[in-house]
């Protein structure tokens, strides 16, 4: 596809989708609540079989995990969104005089990642629609099949309830024949969407690529950022309670989630009290030469990150690529490592069931790791801490540079929020300006409108009793002149 | 009835739509509108009093446009909230909204 033939395509869905989002701007909040409430329920109605798609389709993760994801994305979703008021007048405090009035955005474009296809779509469909504003779904080119079937299924669902025609667009309407694609067709069509002046937001959840193209198509975007989590035991921690929770967040569908734990640090008091609790819950850890060989496979030098072999697969076939054998019910590979950065590349985020492990001399030292690896390529996403100490967690808190910091929690489920904590139910988890997004919030409805503020007149009353003339007055300090105008408050 | 169309002695069709034009009204007023525009010179939409349009409305709008040559074909006496949604559209001039 030539860049100009992109530029077509792009130009028949962003106008398909301006009509679609003038409709909406006349949609009051009952009809919208109609709408994403028979778009929730068809795609919980149908978690099941997108799940086994996107497996089937991505050869990544486990459907029975993806089962909860997609619920996560619908049900979860819904209940954190379905009460907050999202069309016409949102709050009206009638002592500061503010009004505040809700406007949709417009178009949206969704980039979606092949690691949490389905579920992705539905929460962005869902935000979206809540919001009033059309979706353009943009699946990764590893799930267009499952992506569409879902989007193909909210729409229908909200066209039950007479949304706007074309609310919900995607951009491909069949699985990529490899055989016959050029990934520069690809990009050209992401190219023109991104950068169409009709487009009003990219909500880009993906690799570092794609959400670097989103934040310089000049058009408004949320993005994600890479995680590499930190997770902290304390010696505080309850430790089978601890390591019971890091595995089954670990090995939750093969570790694709981004905020998924990557490295465990521990202090050397209670290392083989640690060690021993992960071998009785299915932890294996990897000798020097069994680290080696595994480093190869599941780190791609040349380009500097995971590679994609090993991503959303099982230990038995991580184990395989690598040339090792492993005990049979090994739940989780760790890996003892010396160190941070490019020499130890299973210090890196890598989205499988692998673990860097490090054990600290003390306290001061373990701390010094997690902002290692905070630093090497996790900056603003997610750590993790278990602990019984708030003096320690508070001050795990402060030294992490993290969106979330998940206490005595799952982090892959604690992130997304809704499952084991308050946090809104997202899965586009900002990382802030240290990640290079906008945000550190867990990004959900609040992001997809304009918010007006009608200000009625209140008036400053120290200004309005102040002598004016005394702003002029070069005789007089600064300190002089603010407490005349702090008098009598 | 969702719209009626009359045509006056200059071959000016007026086709006056009535209350909400949701999907279901905009099936039964394509079926009026296209058979009473046949032959016209001059085909004019009057939305007084209409206060909802749904995306089937814009698409009537289009092709009744089509039927007479460019600059005969109007909208009149559109609400605020529905002029909001031509403009957002990008469609308020080309359909001629007055």
């Known amino acids: 596809m030539t860049t100009e033939l992109a530029r077509q395509k792009a130009d028949v869905i962003l106008s398909k989708a301006r009509e679609a989002a003038a409709i909406f701007s006349q949609i009051d909040q009952s009809h919208t609540d109609r709408i994403v409430k028979a778009v929730f329920e068809a795609a919980f109605k149908n978690r099941i079989k997108l799940a086994k798609m996107a497996e089937k389709e991505t050869g990544i993760g486990r459907w029975e995990d993806k089962v909860v994801k997609n619920t996560v994305g619908s049900l979860l979703v819904y209940e954190d969104i379905k009460d907050v008021k999202t069309a016409g007048v949102i709050s009206d405090d009638r002592e500061s005089g503010i009004m505040e009035v809700a406007q949709p955005l417009g178009p949206i474009l969704a980039i979606i990642p092949v690691t949490n296809p389905t579920s992705t779509v539905i929460f962005k469909v869902l935000i979206s629609l809540k919001s009033r504003n059309p979706i353009i779904i943009s699946p990764h080119q590893k799930a267009v099949g499952c992506c569409v079937e879902a989007a193909r299924i909210c729409y229908e669902a909200a066209l039950s309830e007479d949304a706007p025609e074309d609310c919900i667009q995607w951009t491909r309407d069949e699985p990529i024949d490899f055989a016959n694609f050029d990934i520069n067709d690809y990009y050209a069509e992401t190219q023109a969407l991104m950068t169409h002046p009709k487009l009003a937001l990219i909500l880009a959840t993906g690799g570092g690529g794609v959400v670097k193209a989103a934040y310089t198509s000049g058009t408004p975007a949320f993005g994600v950022g890479s995680g590499n989590v930190p997770v902290f035991i304390d010696k505080s921690a309850d430790i089978p309670y601890s390591i019971a929770n890091i595995l089954a967040s670990k090995t939750f569908d093969n570790g694709t989630i981004c905020a998924s734990e990557q490295a465990i640090v521990t202090e050397k008091s209670i290392t083989d009290k640690v060690i021993k609790e992960f071998k009785t819950q299915g932890g294996y850890f990897l000798s020097k030469d069994e680290v080696e060989k595994v480093e190869k496979i599941a780190y791609d030098k040349k380009r500097g990150v995971m590679s994609a072999d090993v991503v959303g697969q099982s230990v038995e076939k991580i184990a395989k690529l690598a040339g090792i054998t492993v005990p049979a019910g090994t739940r989780v590979l760790l890996a003892p490592l010396a160190g941070v950065g490019p020499d130890y590349p299973i210090s890196s985020e890598i989205l499988c069931p692998l673990l860097a492990f490090y054990s600290a001399k003390d306290f001061d030292s373990a701390m010094k790791i997690c902002i290692d690896l905070n630093f090497y390529g996790g900056m603003g996403h997610s750590a993790s801490i278990y602990a019984n100490d708030e003096a320690v967690i508070r001050e795990f808190a402060t030294e992490m540079n993290a969106g979330r910091i998940l206490v005595n929690t799952p982090s892959s489920q604690g992130a997304v929020g809704g499952i084991y904590n308050k946090l809104h139910t997202s899965l586009t988890l900002g990382c802030g300006t240290t990640g290079k997004n906008i945000t550190t919030d867990n990004v959900t409805v609040k992001h997809l409108i304009n918010i007006q503020r009608v200000a009625r007149r209140r008036n400053n009353e120290r200004l309005n009793n102040f002598d004016k003339k005394l702003l002029y007055d070069e005789t007089l300090s600064a300190e002089e002149i603010i407490a005349r105008y702090n008098s009598n408050y | ?98």
């Not at chain 2, 092709?63 to 605020?80: E, L, M, Q, R, Y």
């Open chain 2, 1 to 98: 009835m969702s719209v009626e169309c009359s045509r006056l002695n200059n071959g000016k069709i007026v086709c006056k739509f009535l209350g909400r034009m949701d999907t279901t009204r905009c099936v039964e007023a394509e079926k009026i509108v296209m058979d009473s525009i046949d032959a016209a010179e001059v085909i004019v939409f009057d939305l007084d009093g209409v206060e909802y349009i749904a995306s089937s409305f814009l698409r009537l709008c289009g092709k009744a446009s089509h039927k007479v040559v460019d600059g005969n074909f109007s909208i009149v006496n559109v609400t605020p909230s529905v002029k909001k949604v031509f403009k957002i559209a990008g469609l308020a001039e080309r359909l001629n909204l007055r």
